[in-house]
């Protein structure tokens, strides 16, 4: 079972190792890039905001997540089963959203998505298990592990910011894709996790360095 990115202290240990393995790293951590903890609770909850959050801004997202909410008491997927299509439209949720969060709360229930068990599983696994649900991708199943259940070695290849965070860090031509950075992220391994929230925020300091805004 992975030690999960719970403490300052396990978050320090994975800044470490990536600055032994990787001199890019190190760098990065000699200029002062230190990412923060960041986490949203685990389970259902979780699941569904990082659902209701994709290609929304974050106050969009925040916004239908406080309307879903006011209905979703508790917050539980045999409750969301149980709200009706009209209900989830009126919250915001488009059609696609409610399918899809539909389909993970079936899959919750019926015991084929164990949400409760997935922090016992490597990062690979568990992002085979919450990928095969239909309408869950590669940066949904990533961004779950990472920031809900704190898996140390979740990699959000595809994220556009981490992707672009790594061209400037690594001086490369142009900007990776999710096959090449993931290809890139081998070194870090078990620290993936870790390496992704340095780029975030390597990410938001070139940026700020070039004068251009932080999306």
Do not use: N
Request: with cysteine.
């Amino acid at each position: 079972m992975p030690t999960l990115l719970e403490t300052d202290a396990v978050l320090k240990r994975g800044l470490k190792a990536l600055a032994k393995a990787d001199p890019v790293m190190a760098r990065l951590a000699a200029e002062g890039v230190v990412p923060q903890l960041r986490k949203r609770p685990p389970g259902f909850e979780g699941l569904a905001w990082i659902i209701i959050g994709q290609q929304v801004s974050t106050a969009s997202a925040t916004a239908i997540w406080g309307r879903l909410r006011s209905i979703l008491e508790p917050a539980t997927p045999e409750r969301f089963l149980s709200l009706s299509d009209d209900e989830l439209r009126m919250a915001g949720l488009s059609a696609m959203k409610v399918r899809t969060i539909r389909t993970a709360a079936a899959e919750i229930v019926e015991g084929r998505l164990p949400l409760d068990r997935l922090h016992e599983l490597s990062a690979d696994e568990a992002h085979d298990l919450l990928t095969r649900v239909k309408g869950i991708g590669p940066w949904t199943a990533d961004i779950y592990l990472l920031f809900c259940l704190g898996h140390p070695d979740a990699f959000p290849g595809g994220d556009l910011a981490v992707q672009e965070a790594a061209r400037i860090a690594y001086d490369l031509e142009k900007r990776p894709d999710a096959k090449a950075l993931t290809a890139l992220a081998e070194r870090w391994r078990p620290w993936r996790g870790v390496a992704a929230k340095v780029l975030w925020a390597y990410y938001r300091v070139a940026k700020a360095r070039e004068g251009s805004p932080v999306t």
